[in-house]
């Protein structure tokens, strides 16, 4: 006996008509595009404004397929909003595992979207080719208005493999037709005086920001070209070695606008080579007057026999990063000319216990709510002590365990116990990984 088609859709309900499907497919999507869409729902149609939105959330790849769906959706591919934000990935196969934005895709930007490029940023490999590309790249966008420019080097900087000429030519291109750079990162990149006389030339009255560490065409005079003319500067980074009185003052100028954030890099890679100048107190002074709220982070990559010229003298720095060995002696200044230091990383000290440096920093550095200790020493009796000086205003604690030494006093057992009991919260030393 045949049984009737609503038996058998009853028992098998995966086999249901092509309308009832359609059906349930459009209830599905009824909530989200109302009731003028609760009969078929036709993607080409969809309003401009979900369609857009869907194509922001897409990779660049995946919005180049979606283009090819019909004229309706390759219209919406080249919608000035999904073109005001993007990177420039260039890599060479034998030497990133990345994949490189396609050549015919950065042929087309250039051509239909350069004047819509505002955020813009090149990651490249290590290759000297794709640091080359950026540049060829950089030097075709003369119609464009872009707000933000990053140059960003995944592995060894290779931007300073590029001619320094042919450099200085592309980015002189986007200074002088952009005309609203707002900020710049162009870290570790052969950028000299002249280029930066041009980008004061044409965007002095919006640069915001910039980043410029490892640059050694930079002379103090340049960085002091940009100080003075450029009065909005809010965030500055550069090498110790282009800081100057001079520059300190100009940022402490009337015109000036309160700095917020100063980034410097004290770097050695010859030891013995580089002799550092002394910055004076005065110059510091200033700056902090003009600029209160200023953060001022300092980055050490030096060897011991080099920190003679540092903190000698009351240094308003705030946040302190020793990449490197660094002496006793050395903390011990920290201690008594550092008062506005607000975090202090060492990753590396010697043998010999730190207990009355780090006493003194929790003692006259009020403001200390972050610290950080490698291949160092303390005795347990002396951390605890830090900890209860410093107390809950302690926010960061790392320390391997590795760098505390059992006392008569206390062993490794009782310091959680004792310092959670100081910062008012669970504590643990940090272990080093076994595997």
Same mark, same amino acid.
Request: with cysteine; hydrophobic share 40%; proline share 5%.
């Given at each position: ?12 309900? !995966? ?26 729902? $036709? ?44 990177? *420039? ?15 015919? /895709? ?50 060894? @900087?290779?931007?300073?493999? !590029? ?23 162009? $870290?570790?990149?052969?950028?000299? $005086? ?23 065409? !930079? ?13 909005? /500067? ?26 917020? =954030?100063? #980034?410097? $890099? ?6 013995? &080579? ?7 107190? &005065? ?6 007057? =003009? ?5 001022? !982070?300092?980055?050490? *990559? ?9 903190? #000698? ?6 946040? /302190? ?9 050395? /903390? ?50 002396? *951390? ?21 030494? @059992? ?8 310091? =959680?116990?004792?310092?959670?009991? =100081? ?9 080093? @990984?076994?595997?």
């Amino acid at each position: 006996m045949k049984r009737t088609r609503q038996a058998v859709k009853a028992e098998y309900p !995966v086999l249901q008509t092509r309308e009832e499907t359609k059906k349930q497919r459009t209830c599905f999507y009824g909530p989200v595009f109302g009731k003028s869409h609760m009969q078929t729902l $036709d993607w080409g149609s969809l309003p401009h404004h979900i369609l857009l939105c869907i194509f922001q959330f897409l990779p660049l790849v995946d919005r180049a397929w979606a283009s090819s769906v019909c004229r309706r959706w390759n219209e919406v591919f080249h919608i000035p909003d999904l073109w005001r934000k993007f990177e *420039f990935e260039l890599t060479q196969p034998a030497t990133s595992y990345l994949k490189s934005t396609h050549p015919d /895709l950065i042929q087309q930007i250039i051509k239909r979207h350069a004047n819509h490029l505002q955020y813009v940023s090149f990651k490249v490999d290590s290759s000297t080719e794709s640091a080359e590309a950026a540049c060829d790249i950089l030097s075709q966008l003369v119609n464009c208005s872009i707000k933000t420019l990053g140059l960003i080097s995944t592995a060894k @900087p290779s931007f300073m493999n !590029v001619c320094k000429t042919h450099f200085a030519s592309a980015l002189t291109v986007v200074f002088i037709n952009s005309k609203s750079l707002s900020s710049i990162k162009i $870290d570790d990149t052969p950028v000299d $005086d002249p280029s930066l006389k041009v980008l004061v030339a044409n965007n002095s009255d919006t640069l915001k920001l910039l980043k410029m560490s490892s640059c050694p065409h !930079v002379s103090p005079a340049g960085i002091l070209c940009v100080a003075d003319q450029c009065h909005g /500067l809010r965030e500055l980074a550069l090498n110790y070695y282009i800081l100057s009185d001079e520059l300190l003052l100009a940022l402490s100028s009337e015109k000036h606008v309160n700095l917020e =954030h100063l #980034r410097i $890099d004290v770097v050695s890679e010859n030891p013995g &080579q580089v002799e550092f100048h002394t910055i004076k107190k &005065q110059s510091w002074d200033a700056l902090v007057k =003009h600029s209160p709220k200023v953060s001022i !982070v300092m980055y050490f *990559f030096l060897y011991e026999e080099e920190f003679d010229a540092f903190f #000698r003298e009351e240094t308003p720095v705030t946040h /302190l990063y020793f990449g490197r060995a660094v002496s006793k002696a050395m /903390l011990g200044r920290i201690g008594m000319n550092c008062p506005r230091l607000i975090e202090l990383v060492v990753c590396a000290n010697g043998l010999q216990p730190l207990d009355d440096e780090l006493i003194c920093i929790a003692e006259r550095c009020k403001n200390l709510t972050a610290m950080g200790l490698g291949e160092c020493e303390v005795t347990c009796r002396g *951390f605890i002590e830090f900890v209860k000086m410093c107390g809950g205003r302690l926010t960061q604690l790392s320390i391997m365990e590795e760098v505390l030494i @059992p006392d008569n006093d206390y062993n490794l057992d009782q310091i =959680h116990s004792e310092v959670s009991k =100081h910062l008012g919260r669970m504590w643990f030393p940090d272990m080093m @990984p076994t595997w």
